[in-house]
């Protein structure tokens, strides 16, 4: 994975919703694009949300890249959600990106910029805990959108 020249420390970290029934999907989202085609926006995670979405139907590729992918779907309404790189094609992982596997699509979760300790600032990336020091994301599933705001 290549992100040597790429920087993304000072980008917000976002809660991601589904919009369909508002279920908390991660705690960790970043807004993202496309490696493949940059007009397209996306918002990504490096952590995965096995509490929140499962996958759905069989993995695929695009005609865009020959990265392996597989659809996932929201636990509490079912409605897909985005898809997991499962094995990146060689010309994605050489390219600026900010190694995230699990993909969501704009138009299925909405973000909400989270605040950092202070309550008053936007938490970004380069100040988020470790993995091992962050919420369980199994722990996030219950909390409801405007709980997590508060």
């Known amino acids: 994975m290549s992100t040597t020249g790429c920087t993304f420390k000072d980008r917000c970290v976002s809660v991601l919703c589904c919009r369909f029934c508002q279920q908390v999907l991660s705690s ?18 490096d952590i995965p949300p096995t509490s929140t979405v499962d996958f759905i139907g069989s993995c695929y590729f695009t005609d865009i890249c020959k990265c392996k992918l597989k659809n996932i ?24 990106n900010n190694g995230h596997f699990w993909m969501f699509h704009s138009q ?18 380069g100040n988020l805990p470790d993995l091992e020091e962050s919420t369980d994301e199994e722990d ?10 508060r």
Not at 108 to 124: E, Q, T, Y
Not at 140 to 149: N, T, V
């Open 28 to 45: 960790r989202g970043m807004k993202a694009v496309l490696l493949a085609n940059t007009e397209i926006d996306l918002y990504s995670t």
């Open 73 to 96: 779907a929201c636990l509490k309404c079912g409605n897909v959600v985005g898809y997991h790189v499962i094995a990146p094609c060689k010309p994605c992982l050489l390219s600026c």
């Open 108 to 125: 299925a979760v909405f973000g909400i910029n989270r605040l950092d300790s202070s309550g008053v600032n936007l938490l970004l990336w």
């Open 140 to 149: 996030m599933s219950s909390i409801s959108e405007e709980e997590y705001i």
